[in-house]
């Protein structure tokens, strides 16, 4: 047994091997179609085709979560596969500006490695599809390391305020990729360099990074404002709803949120055993600003569940910072570093999220080890039989398909969707020059399948969602266009089980002008959704 601890390059190739495994291993499977990747791929196939945001479509959103997925259309194409490929890289970078951020705070190597291993199992890899959610946390990290750098590695105030600049473009990217996690970055970084501002006695970097954030916002910003610009992105003004509601806070906050509980009261009894010598801890720089961003991360995390409540992981990033500072403030008996203790820490961590794995796993495990009981044996009453059985909501994936078409390879859907696309594509109708489609459907890659253009115009909404991205103006404008029977195909998708996630004010027009040539099942876990196709009377 080696007993000898490892070095930090050791540690370091350690830390790459990981980052890189959980960052590319999604490219090498499959996936069953998911949720919100419609409005992921039409975002940036737009950009990436050279549409320009809010004046060739308009969004209740910045549009700095589709640059990077336009930029890897551009370079492999415009499918879903390349969605992945693109978290893949945006994932690489978020464990590498995390790790950087634990390693300007002087956290051990050792320690950094294990919190590494904690982001990845825990936040990076469950997010391999690109989500806007997911993204403007991203956009945080990268302007948080630059803000801690600027106070922690510049010893020139030229290289300060270069860092300064720098973290506030990111800062505002991730305002400009959603609005409630970016206000939050802002007031996190705000708070970050008022403490600085104090202990160094000086305003001068705080007014540089306020005044940087303001000119960065106003570069973007200012040239957006012919068109609509002020209707479409959501500061809570109508016909926007506010999602900001003290109940939905308390509720959360005081009935679930466990985790971060624990983890504030934990963070918290080690800032009250350093009060003993406040003024050193006050001016330590890394051991304040470690105590601060610990602190404010998860009170981000606390609040932004609440406003962006899709996923219900959304803000599970707050496990690494706690679980970084945790475990640098306690004294161990034992050395990490050596492979023994290492090995087993790496365990017991991926033990501690084996949750989140487990349910693949299982699969495999129930070929060897069956459940002891099976459910048909009624007079037996067991962990697996103590219910009667119910019909379940839930498609059986295994059965899925992938299809033939480019834009969605490598991508399961259930074989009713694909035969209803193979049908739709066979129709005589499809093969007119400068065909009108109108595609109120979770299927928007057809888009470039079908090789339609797609309509644009400063009021037209890039996603159908009533209430969120489209509003009563909406529905008139659309309803106007149906009426003069505008379209030559019109689809449209309905979601009973959601709130008007596409606008059945509209369905109601769509059928009273067009009628229905086809309809089949749409790509959702619970089958009772469809696609409407319909095309003129």
Not at 160 to 181: E, N, P, Y
Not at 297 to 324: C, D, E, M, R
Not at 333 to 343: G, T
Not at 425 to 452: C, F, H
Request: proline share 4%; hydrophobic share 50%.
């Amino acid at each position: 047994m080696i007993k000898k601890s490892l070095s930090e390059r050791t540690l370091l190739f350690f830390e790459i091997f990981i980052a890189v495994v959980f960052s590319i291993t999604p490219l090498f499977f499959s996936f069953p179609y998911r949720i919100n990747l419609f409005l992921a791929w039409e975002g940036a196939y737009r950009l990436s085709e050279g549409q320009i945001p809010f004046r060739d479509f308009g969004m209740p959103l910045g549009y700095a979560f589709w640059v990077i997925p336009a930029i890897f259309f551009k370079i492999f194409g415009a499918s879903l596969h390349t969605l992945i490929i693109a978290q893949s890289f945006i994932n690489l970078v978020s464990i590498f500006f995390f790790r950087s951020i634990l390693r300007l705070l002087g956290v051990r190597p050792v320690f950094i490695l294990l919190s590494v291993f904690v982001f990845c199992l825990s936040y990076s890899f469950i997010n391999f599809w690109p989500w806007y959610n997911h993204s403007v946390f991203v956009y945080e990290l990268i302007g948080l390391y630059f803000l801690l750098a600027a106070m922690l590695n510049s010893n020139t105030s030229k290289k300060r305020f270069i860092f300064l600049a720098l973290s506030a473009l990111f800062v505002f990217l991730s305002f400009f990729t959603k609005q409630d996690g970016g206000a939050l970055a802002i007031a996190l970084t705000f708070t970050l360099l008022l403490y600085f501002s104090y202990v160094e006695k000086t305003l001068k970097y705080l007014g540089f990074f306020l005044g940087a954030c303001c000119i960065i916002a106003a570069i973007f910003i200012v040239p957006l404002l012919s068109y609509d610009f002020g209707y479409w992105f959501n500061h809570g003004q109508p016909p926007h709803y506010s999602r900001l509601n003290l109940m939905d806070f308390m509720h959360q906050i005081f009935r679930f949120s466990v985790w971060e509980k624990f983890y504030l009261l934990a963070v918290l009894i080690i800032g009250i055993n350093k009060i003993h010598r406040f003024q050193s801890f006050l001016y330590d720089h890394k051991e304040a600003l470690f105590f601060l961003l610990t602190l404010g991360i998860l009170i981000q995390a606390l609040l932004v569940q609440v406003t962006s409540y899709i996923p219900h992981n959304v803000n599970v990033y707050f496990h690494s910072f706690a679980f970084a500072y945790i475990i640098s403030n306690i004294r161990f008996n034992v050395d990490f570093a050596k492979p023994v203790f290492l090995m087993a820490a790496l365990l017991l961590v991926f033990f501690w999220w084996s949750s989140d794995y487990w349910k693949y796993g299982e699969r495999v495990v129930k070929k060897f080890l069956p459940v002891a009981e099976a459910q048909e044996e009624e007079n037996v009453v067991s962990r697996n039989t103590w219910m009667v059985g119910q019909d379940t909501t839930f498609a059986d994936r295994s059965q899925w398909v992938i299809s033939k078409y480019d834009a969605f390879k490598r991508i399961y859907m259930p074989q009713e969707t694909v035969a209803g696309i193979d049908r739709m594509m066979a129709m005589d109708l499809l093969k007119k020059n400068s065909l009108k489609v109108l595609n109120m459907t979770e299927l928007t890659p057809l888009a470039r399948e079908i090789g339609y253009e797609l309509e644009k115009g400063s009021r037209y909404p890039l996603w159908f969602h009533q209430g969120v991205a489209f509003f009563d103006r909406e529905v008139d404008y659309f309803c106007q266009k149906i009426e003069q029977q505008e379209y030559d195909l019109i689809l449209f998708q309905t979601i009973p089980y959601l709130n008007n996630f596409f606008p059945y004010e509209v369905r109601d027009c769509i059928q009273e002008h067009y009628i229905m040539k086809d309809r089949f099942l749409a790509p959702r876990e619970i089958p009772d959704s469809f696609v409407e196709v319909y095309i003129r009377k």
